[in-house]
């Protein structure tokens, strides 16, 4: 069965430190990959999602993830953090099955970023 | 475009009671749509996920259900709460293939049960 680790519950950093949220899948087929943010008080969004190609994706707000096919891994980086990106921050994967079939989505369980002023 | 929406966004509920958080989806038709349920100090679990009207999958045995009376509208319910319901839940849709799988979620609803 699939599974999806994020390392790290908490992180505080300083306002421009840099940020790099660790998250690990266990599947062994093509998965497609995401980074969804959950801001306080907000719902869910989207930050950047991974499907092919270039491993090194870019998102928005400054997000970048790279996709590490041998690790298993699709990291979640920022150069220099703001208070505004302090939220929860879900890695996601689900498998590519072929043909245009998907399995489900898989979350990992968060990791709550604090960043300090 | 495509919008989701689901309610109520907070609820208590005594112990026993009966549960029904409701999602449409507009702007769109046919969509994959799906009930999550995010516990504390846990990830988000899939609860419920539909193909089409009156098709439902249940991912996990609980005490809770789900239909889909019309194409864009996903219905979670419960006869009696328990504790352990507590939670937030989000309902969210996806397009199909030309989405690339992307998931997009409502509001989501937190429930405690009392």
């Known amino acids: 069965a699939q599974s999806v680790s994020q390392h790290n519950h908490h992180v505080i950093l300083s306002e421009a430190a840099s940020l790099e949220l660790g998250c690990n899948y266990s599947?062994?087929?093509?998965?497609?990959l995401f980074w969804y943010v959950q801001y306080p008080g907000q719902h869910l969004q989207l930050l950047l999602k991974?499907?092919?190609?270039?491993?090194l994706v870019k998102g928005i707000k400054g997000f970048e993830a790279e996709f590490i096919k041998s690790k298993f891994s699709f990291n979640l980086r920022k150069p220099s953090v703001q208070w505004s990106d302090t939220a929860e921050y879900f890695c996601?994967?689900?498998?590519?099955?072929?043909?245009?079939?998907?399995?489900?989505?898989?979350f990992g369980k968060g990791t709550k970023l604090s960043v300090k002023p | 475009s495509q919008t989701i929406h689901q309610w109520p966004a907070t609820l208590v509920q005594p112990v026993g009671s009966p549960l029904s958080l409701e999602c449409t989806v507009e702007?769109?038709?046919?969509?994959?749509l799906y009930w999550y349920r995010q516990a504390a100090g846990r990830g988000l679990q899939l609860l419920f996920y539909?193909?089409?009207?009156?098709?439902i999958s249940s991912e996990v045995p609980q005490n809770l259900s789900a239909s889909r009376p019309q194409d864009r509208q996903f219905i979670l319910s419960s006869k009696k709460l328990l504790l352990s319901d507590s939670g937030f839940y989000l309902c969210?849709?996806?397009?199909?293939?030309?989405?690339?799988?992307?998931?997009?979620f409502g509001e989501g609803s937190w429930l405690t049960v009392v």
């Open positions: 996601a994967v689900n498998a590519a099955l072929g043909g245009g079939s998907q399995g489900n989505l898989i």
């Open positions: 599947y062994g087929g093509t998965v497609n």
């Open positions: 991974y499907f092919s190609g270039d491993p």
């Open positions: 702007g769109t038709s046919n969509p994959n």
């Open positions: 539909s193909v089409g009207i009156g098709q």
């Open positions: 969210a849709f996806t397009l199909g293939r030309s989405s690339g799988n992307t998931i997009y």
